[in-house]
């Protein structure tokens, strides 16, 4: 079975710029989370979708968007890129709806806001 | 809200115990994780273990729980330098079950 897929993997961007991410998650699984990665501040939840829908979000502003299609792939967007975007983004899926919630994670979109 | 503290680094000898400790704060975690990153890649689920349980074994690995405490800690026997990466603890609760993760510990392997 596939892995959590995520593309791109590198990607460099300016200041003001918006930027989209994507994330294809395990076959079969339905829910997807996102995760800003830094050095800073460490794993910080983005936001969680399961069947099209957010479900859970973090402490984010709107700037910070994503969307899963039917087929549960998952994009996310940011708007109005500032440096401090700068990070690795992770996606994650997992095949069940709650309770143990073991996710799989992708290898990351680097994200470098210039 | 949730907190979940580890420390930054620990480094050790090839063959020894490993020892990386963790503690968090919310007193409702019904799940507890260890996950470990190694350089350019994602975050690996190593094992989980439920708030019920004190002591869950998996080869090389143990972890223990003290709920009391609100401590976890992960042992890894016979260490070998394949095992140098980022480790975190991460404890999920009722409701939505998302994981909070720890800032991650280094584990640095000497031949």
């Known amino acids: 079975k596939a892995g959590v897929t995520q593309t791109p993997r590198y990607l460099i961007k300016t200041r003001g710029q918006q930027v989209t991410l994507s994330c294809s998650p395990i076959s079969g699984h339905r829910s997807v989370s996102w995760y800003q990665q830094t050095p800073g501040q460490g794993l910080q939840f983005l936001f969680e979708?399961?069947?099209?829908?957010?479900?859970n979000k973090g402490n984010f502003p709107g700037r910070f968007s994503g969307r899963q299609f039917s087929n549960s792939r998952s994009e996310m967007n940011v708007s109005t890129l500032e440096l401090g975007d700068s990070a690795l983004y992770l996606c994650?899926?997992?095949?069940?709806?709650?309770?143990?919630?073991?996710?799989?994670f992708g290898a990351g979109t680097r994200l470098s806001v210039l | 809200g949730e907190d979940v503290e580890q420390s930054l680094f620990l480094s050790v000898r090839e063959g020894d115990s490993s020892v990386i400790n963790c503690t968090y704060t919310d007193s409702s975690s019904t799940y507890l994780y260890w996950y470990k990153q190694e350089p350019g890649a994602g975050l690996q689920l190593l094992t989980y273990?439920?708030?019920?349980?004190d002591m869950k074994q998996d080869q090389r690995l143990t972890v223990l729980l003290n709920k009391k405490d609100k401590h976890l800690s992960l042992r890894i026997a016979d260490t070998q330098t394949g095992d140098s990466a980022i480790y975190f603890c991460?404890?999920?609760?009722?409701?939505?079950?998302?994981?909070?993760f720890g800032r991650g510990t280094s584990l640095i392997v000497h031949p």
């Open positions: 994650a899926s997992s095949p069940t709806t709650g309770e143990i919630n073991i996710q799989y």
């Open positions: 273990i439920f708030s019920n349980m």
């Open positions: 979708y399961f069947s099209e829908t957010q479900r």
């Open positions: 991460a404890e999920a609760s009722g409701g939505s079950y998302i994981p909070t």
